[in-house]
Nanobody, 115 residues
Framework: QVHLVESGGGLVQAGGSLKLSCAASGIVFNMYTMHWYRQAPGKQRELVALITSGGGTNYADSVKGRFTISRDNGKNMVYLQMNSLKPEDTAAYYC?????????WGQGTQVTVSL
């Protein structure tokens, strides 16, 4: 059974930092591209960042220079370091694992950035 479990969300003031973690189990982790998505109330889910099995990364323009995605294939973990947080970063953040044929989602973790 596949599980993606996010942690690390919370309430932070604007300008602060948070680090999200996603623990994956039940998949051959190094065969998956890992993603972080977010969804704010009333908005569509959007891709924040991705990291390939080889470590290649891509970011949404809105988070470039502030967020860093990383992975530890030995621990089946993916991380999202979020710095210089803004109120508009407030959303539920979801971990996603995608291979050629399969896709899995975590349950999400809430990030709230206050003024």
């Amino acid at each position: 059974q596949v599980h993606l479990v996010e942690s690390g969300g919370g309430l932070v003031q604007a300008g602060g930092s948070l680090k999200l973690s996603c623990a994956a189990s039940g998949i051959v982790f190094n065969m998956y591209t890992m993603h972080w998505y977010r969804q704010a109330p009333g908005k569509q889910r959007e891709l924040v960042a991705l990291i390939t099995s080889g470590g290649g990364t891509n970011y949404a323009d809105s988070v470039k220079g502030r967020f860093t995605i990383s992975r530890d294939n030995g621990k089946n973990m993916v991380y999202l370091q979020m710095n210089s947080l803004k109120p508009e970063d407030t959303a539920a953040y979801y971990c996603n694992a995608k291979s050629t044929y399969l896709e899995f989602w975590g349950q999400g973790t809430q990030v709230t950035v206050s003024l």
